[in-house]
Nanobody
Framework: QVQLVASGGGEVQVGGSLRLSCVAS????????MAWYRQSPGKERELVAQ???????NYADSVKGRFTISRDNAEKTVSLQMNSLRPEDTAVYYC???????????????WGRGTQVTVSS
């Protein structure tokens, strides 16, 4: 069974930094896109950043220049370095990964449990 486990959430003051990490484990053949999403109270879940297997990245406009997504394919991890944090970054952050469990099978998106990030002003 595939499992994604995230860590690194916490509470910081405005302008501070946090680094989120997520590791995938279990029955994994290949990992394709990996991504971070977030959801704050009363809002829809939104894509924060994603990264392809080869390292191409995409960011939400609200985090460009402040957040950096990276991955380590050998370790099956994806990380999100968050700098210059703002109160509006407060949310539950979720990692995801598109994973194939065998050849000739379509991949599916797996989700980790959310980790709380709180930015205090």
């Amino acid at each position: 069974q595939v499992q994604l486990v995230a860590s690194g959430g916490g509470e910081v003051q405005v302008g501070g930094s946090l680094r989120l990490s997520c590791v995938a484990s279990g029955n994994i053949y290949s990992i394709y896109d990996m991504a971070w999403y977030r959801q704050s109270p009363g809002k829809e879940r939104e894509l924060v950043a994603q990264i392809t297997q080869s390292g191409l990245t995409n960011y939400a406009d609200s985090v460009k220049g402040r957040f950096t997504i990276s991955r380590d394919n050998a370790e099956k991890t994806v990380s999100l370095q968050m700098n210059s944090l703002r109160p509006e970054d407060t949310a539950v952050y979720y990692c995801s990964a598109e994973i194939d469990q065998s050849p000739r099978e379509p991949g599916r998106k797996y989700w980790g449990r959310g980790t709380q990030v709180t930015v205090s002003s």
